[in-house]
């Protein structure tokens, strides 16, 4: 069963910074990180492969930054310059197969979320 733990959520004022972590069980092609805020759909924020192909969110563009260690299976999430909007529960994923994009579908493993709030 694969598993995927994340950490590195909490709170910070506008402007603040966080790291977010996220370890598997096994290793994945394509991994990302999404958001859902309350009340809302899940969304996608960014996504990498293990070849280091990224892409982004253009509401995070500029100040967030995806990163992975391909030998020990960790997703980073670097957010930087926070906003009260990114406030939300930030889980990583991984994908199966050939296709790496930010929809939701084309993932299959999810971990339990942190949580991110930041405030005004």
């Known amino acids: 069963q694969v598993q995927l733990v994340e950490s590195g959520g909490g709170s910070v004022q506008a402007g603040g910074s966080l790291r977010l972590s996220c370890v598997a069980s096994?290793?994945?092609?394509?991994m990302g990180w999404f958001l859902q805020a309350p009340g809302k759909e899940r969304e996608g924020v960014a996504r990498i492969t293990t070849g280091g192909s990224t892409d982004y969110a253009s509401s995070v563009k500029g100040r967030f930054t995806i990163s992975r260690d391909n030998n020990k299976n960790t997703l980073l999430l670097q957010m930087n310059s926070l906003r009260p909007e990114d406030t939300a529960m930030y889980s990583c994923?991984?994908?199966?197969?050939?296709?790496?994009?930010?929809?939701?579908?084309?993932?299959?493993?999810w971990g339990q979320g942190t949580q991110v709030t930041v405030s005004a």
């Open positions: 994923a991984a994908g199966v197969g050939g296709i790496c994009s930010l929809a939701v579908s084309h993932f299959s493993y």
């Open positions: 096994v290793s994945s092609y394509c």
